[in-house]
C-alpha cells in the first residue's frame, strides 16, 4: 500500500550495490558469522590525531552556528592553497563549494548541468553511483568499455568515437574506483587534445583517491589551459586522510557552475558541518608530502596491493593486472561462469560475489554496478590478516565449482 506513494523517480533507481553487499554482510556477522568484509571503499586507517584536534578546538571554539552554503571561508581559501600546493592549479574561493562527501559534489554539477536527454560520456567500469545520479538529473550515460588487458583505461580514439551532438559532459576518475587505473600525464594529454576540438563538452574529473597514487605525480584534466575553464574538479577528504565518517567533499569549478551547485545546495542541504569543515581545513593544509601518517598509509595500502596480487595468482581463472592506486583489485572472473556447486550455478558476478558471501563467507562487490560484469572488485583496504584469510576462503569455496 505504502508503495503507492512512491515516486517513478525513487522506484526506478537502483540501490547502490557497494552499500547493498554491506549491509547483507552486516546482517550476516550479527547473527554470528565471520565475515570478512573486502566491499567497503574505506580506508581501515583512524583520522590523524591534528585533525581530531582542529575538530575538538571547533567545538570549544562554539564553531556551531550555520555556515555559508558554500562552505567557511578558512576550508575554502585551504582548498585553493592545496590546488596550488599540489596541484599547480589557480583558485578564487568563489570557485569552491563544500558539501557533504565528494558523493554530493557530484550530485550538485550533474543536477546543475544536465538537461533531459544530454549525454554524459563515462568510460567503464565506473562507480556505482555515477549512472543512477546521472539519470536522477535527467541525463543518459554513454558507456565506453575498457577492458583488463589495456588497464580499463580509455583511448583518445575511443573518446572521440564516442562524442556526438548529445554529449553534454566528459566524466573521468583518475585513480579509479573500482579498477584503480592510474592514467599516466601522456595519456590524459591525449585525451586532452581530443577535448580541446570540442568545446562545448564539460569535463568533470574525480579526483577523490588522488593521495592514493602508487605511481608518483598525480595529473589534472584541470592542468591543461584550454580545458580550465570547462573543467569541474572534483575531490575530497574522505579516502586519502581517512575521513569518510566526517562527509567533507567539494568541487573546483568554473564561477558561473560554482553559483549554479551553491544554489542547489541552498536549497537541498545549506552548508556541510562546521565541525567536519575545521578538520578537513587542518587536513588540507597539511602537505600530503610531509605527513608521516599520510605516507605510512600509502605505503600500507601498496603492500597489501602487491600481497593481494601474489595471493591471487594461485587462483586459476582469476585474471589480475596491477592497477596504480586507490585501494581496489578488479580481477576477470569469467572463467568461472557456467560452474555450480551443489544448487548453485554462478552465471554472472553477482552469482559469484553472493556464492563467496554463503560459501566463503568473504564480502566483494558483483562488476555488472560497475559496467563490468565479467569482474569483481575486491577492496583492499583492510588488514593483510584479513587478505591472506579471505583469499584462503575464496580459492576453497572455488575448488568445489565443477
Request: some cysteine; hydrophobic content about 40%.
Amino acid at each position: 500500500m505504502t508503495k503507492n506513494f512512491l515516486s517513478d523517480r525513487v522506484l526506478n533507481m537502483s540501490v547502490s550495490a557497494t552499500l547493498k553487499m554491506t549491509e547483507m554482510s552486516r546482517e550476516m556477522k550479527e547473527k554470528g558469522i565471520d565475515i570478512i568484509p573486502l566491499s567497503i571503499g574505506e580506508p581501515d586507517f583512524n583520522t590523524p590525531e591534528n585533525v581530531k584536534k582542529a575538530a575538538k578546538a571547533a567545538i570549544d571554539n562554539n564553531l556551531t552556528h550555520y555556515p555559508p552554503v558554500p562552505g567557511i571561508p578558512a576550508l575554502r581559501d585551504a582548498i585553493c592553497k592545496k590546488l596550488k600546493r599540489d596541484n599547480d592549479l589557480n583558485y578564487q574561493a568563489n570557485q569552491i563549494v563544500v558539501s557533504t562527501g565528494a558523493k554530493h559534489s557530484l550530485a550538485n554539477i550533474f543536477m546543475s548541468v544536465l538537461n533531459e536527454s544530454d549525454e554524459v560520456i563515462v568510460p567503464s567500469p565506473f562507480w556505482v553511483s555515477y549512472p543512477e545520479m546521472i539519470k536522477l538529473a535527467g541525463g543518459n550515460m554513454n558507456i565506453v568499455k575498457t577492458t583488463i588487458d589495456n588497464g580499463f583505461k580509455m583511448t583518445a580514439q575511443q573518446l572521440e568515437n564516442a562524442i556526438n551532438n548529445k554529449t553534454k559532459a566528459f566524466l573521468f576518475n583518475s585513480p579509479s574506483n573500482p579498477s584503480g587505473a592510474v592514467y599516466t600525464y601522456q595519456e590524459i594529454e591525449s585525451l586532452a587534445r581530443v577535448l580541446e576540438n570540442h568545446p562545448e563538452i564539460l569535463i568533470i574529473t574525480d579526483e577523490i583517491y588522488e593521495l592514493i597514487n602508487f605511481e608518483g605525480k598525480h595529473f589534472s584534466l584541470a592542468s591543461f589551459d584550454k580545458l580550465k575553464d570547462r573543467t569541474v574538479i572534483i575531490n575530497g577528504v574522505s579516502k586519502g586522510f581517512a575521513m569518510t565518517g566526517w562527509r567533507i567533499g567539494y568541487m573546483a569549478a568554473p564561477t558561473e557552475i560554482a553559483k549554479a551547485c551553491t544554489k542547489l545546495q541552498g536549497q537541498f542541504t545549506s552548508g556541510a558541518s562546521t565541525i567536519s569543515q575545521a578538520a578537513a581545513t587542518e587536513a588540507l593544509n597539511t602537505d600530503p608530502k610531509k605527513s608521516e601518517e599520510l605516507n605510512t598509509m600509502l605505503t600500507q595500502f601498496k603492500t597489501r596491493r602487491d600481497l593481494l596480487i601474489d595471493l591471487l595468482k594461485e587462483i586459476p581463472g582469476f585474471k589480475t593486472n596491477i592497477p596504480g592506486g586507490a585501494f581496489y583489485l578488479f580481477p576477470d572472473v569469467s572463467a568461472y561462469y557456467g560452474k555450480s556447486f551443489g544448487t548453485k550455478t554462478i552465471n554472472n558476478s553477482s552469482d559469484m560475489c553472493i556464492y563467496l558471501l554463503e560459501e566463503a563467507h568473504v564480502a566483494l562487490v558483483a562488476g555488472e554496478s560497475f559496467g563490468s560484469p565479467e569482474c569483481i572488485r575486491i577492496s583492499y583496504a583492510t588488514s593483510i590478516e584479513n587478505i591472506k584469510e579471505a583469499v584462503i576462503r575464496i580459492k576453497t569455496a572455488l575448488e568445489k565449482l565443477n
